[in-house]
């Protein structure tokens, strides 16, 4: 066994270095998306607000479910996320995201030992309030699980809606325009 950080000795440190570096990267990310927010328009900000008091919205929700079952015509089309996509944005992408840096950085932290920011931030807090560090990596990696199920339900939504809702979901990702077929 050699001293130090497992990053500067062997593969594996290698891949939990890449870990690493993804988990900073998804911080910086999120950052990066909440100034969107701040300084975008009404679209860019639909991610952190959700309107659940108004029950037009839940009817548009269930609406939206009923077309994504295959239960229900073409339904309205939306410039911006459709209210189905925004709650599935809320909690798949912004509060599974906040959980994974959350937990993902207490765990860090824990390996970067005391005074180290990471572990003042978080360790200190989520550790205890898991129960334990094992604890911690079992939720971390369920949400990894979480995850990687969002990730396929949401390129499928977005292919799905590009082809049967004839919007173009896909290229507006790319472009910022989005257009309508009918």
């Known amino acids: 066994s050699q001293p130090g950080e497992a990053s500067a000795s062997f593969l594996m440190g290698y891949i939990r270095f ?10 910086v990310g999120l950052l990066g998306r909440t100034y969107w927010a701040l300084v975008g328009n009404h679209h860019a900000r639909e991610l952190f607000t959700l309107p659940i008091t108004r029950a037009a919205y839940w009817r548009e929700v269930f609406a939206m479910l009923a077309w994504y079952l295959f239960l229900r015509p073409r339904p309205n089309q939306y410039v911006g996320h ?16 906040l959980f994974m840096i959350t937990t993902g950085f207490a765990l860090y932290g824990e390996g970067a030992q005391e005074g180290h920011w990471s572990h003042t931030l978080f360790t200190s807090w989520v550790i205890p309030l898991f129960g334990q560090s094992q604890d911690v990596h079992s939720w971390h990696r369920l949400g990894m699980w979480a995850m990687v199920c969002f990730v396929m ?4 939504a977005a292919i799905r ?7 173009s979901i896909v290229s507006t990702m790319i472009s910022g325009v989005r257009t309508f077929k009918d």
């Open 82 to 97: 459709n209210p189905m996509a925004r709650l599935a944005m809320f909690f798949g992408y912004l509060l599974l995201t």
């Open 18 to 27: 890449a870990h690493f570096a993804a988990g900073y990267v998804l911080a």
């Open 161 to 167: 809606e590009d082809i049967m809702g004839r919007q």
């Open 153 to 156: 339900l949401h390129v499928y």
